[in-house]
């Protein structure tokens, strides 16, 4: 999987879902279980061209591998866009493997 994360190395900040950047924002056209969750993309040209975004600037894209005991995933969007929920005992910066651009 592939997630658009903020620094280099990646921090657990790169790690917070919508809901917990923005508490009181209305999401339209989608789930409080999406907004709780973070979004990731199984291709990596699909967080590549989110990347082309405005608002995406200066982000970059992590590899993760996700193994057993990672959460839950499932497929919440066009092309390859899941949304992952870490389970709370997870490490998830050990699921980065060094392959930040």
Sequence with gaps: MFRLVRTIPPTEDDFRSQRAEKP???FAGVTECQ???LSVHAD???SERVLKLPKMKGRHVC???LTAGAGRVQQTGQRS???WWPFADYDV???CDGDVR
Excluded: E, F, P
């Design 44 to 46: 990596r040209a699909d």
């Design 81 to 83: 866009h899941h949304t």
């Design 35 to 37: 907004v709780r969750g």
């Design 63 to 65: 590899r993760l591998s």
């Design 93 to 95: 910066l050990a699921c």
């Design 24 to 26: 009181d924002q209305v």
